[in-house]
């Protein structure tokens, strides 16, 4: 099993999570020390597939995964939307998650930022129902990753819906599960587009000490189809810092803790 990483190199990816990519100068800037020492800890990161190493540089690693993606419109749409919103939702969300905890990741690309902001980390478990979450964490080994099965409900899906998965979260305890939204409205809660996900994200947050939505500002307010939760049942959401303060007051009323990323 590959050592851990040094407080360096972790200072360095979590460097590279915020920017995408930097010079060996920019890094030096941040992480201090001395460009053969950075060039080691970039040389140690690459191993770990974390990042990959450019001239004079070194750029956080894309997943592969989604190579057979890379011309569907619809999902390029999903990935590209808010994403520099998405990412800093998903590091700050990232810095809550302790060492020895079990947490929840459900499908969404919000999630999917949460997952990959991990992924240098140790000691946590993490259930999901998204294979692409999975797909992302597995050949991390300070992660240990738990996938519920299930059935994927329609085209293009990574969201794994139905009693398989239902089943599989009657046995599983979490510290916190992150709820990703399409939408989040104080008087209609949390909701989705599809009701066998939202039966899936109903049953982690029963099975979780707290619940923590992740949903950029271009979601307070709206409404989708399926209902997940009521807005009093959540501890804390974390959203961008377009939220206004009049769009997050109705949840602040409620007693759940905002944090703007």
């Not at 390029?76 to 302790?98: D, F, P, S, Y």
């Not at 599960?177 to 049953?203: H, P």
């Not at 939505?213 to 959540?234: M, R, T």
């Amino acid at each position: 099993m590959p050592e851990a990483l040094n407080p360096r190199s972790e200072q360095i990816i979590k460097f590279l999570l915020r920017v995408g990519s930097a010079t060996v100068e920019e890094i030096l800037e941040v992480a201090g020390s001395s460009a053969p020492s950075i060039r080691r800890d970039l040389a140690r990161l690459e191993s770990r597939g974390l990042i990959r190493r450019t001239h004079g540089g070194a750029a956080l690693v894309e997943p592969l995964l989604y190579e057979p993606f890379r011309y569907d419109s619809s999902f390029l749409a999903r990935e590209q939307r808010n994403a520099e919103q998405k990412r800093r939702i998903g590091l700050a969300a990232a810095e809550l998650v302790q060492a020895n905890e079990t947490i929840g990741l459900t499908a969404g690309t919000t999630t999917t930022h949460i997952g990959r902001s991990l992924r240098h980390r140790e000691k946590i478990q993490v259930v999901t129902n998204a294979i692409n979450i999975g797909m992302e964490l597995c050949n991390q080994p300070g992660i240990r990753t738990y996938l519920t099965g299930g059935v994927v409900p329609w085209a293009w899906s990574f969201s794994l819906t139905g009693n398989a998965a239902l089943s599989f979260l009657d046995d599983v305890y979490l510290d916190k599960v992150f709820l990703s939204v399409t939408g989040m409205d104080a008087e209609r809660g949390a909701t989705t587009l599809e009701t066998d996900e939202a039966l899936v994200f109903r049953k982690m947050l029963k099975q979780s000490r707290e619940i923590i939505v992740v949903a950029d500002s271009s979601k307070l307010g709206k409404v989708s189809p399926a209902f997940i939760c009521p807005a009093n049942e959540i501890h804390l959401l974390i959203t961008d810092a377009g939220a206004t303060a009049e769009a997050l007051a109705p949840f602040e009323r409620l007693g759940t803790k905002v944090i703007r990323a």
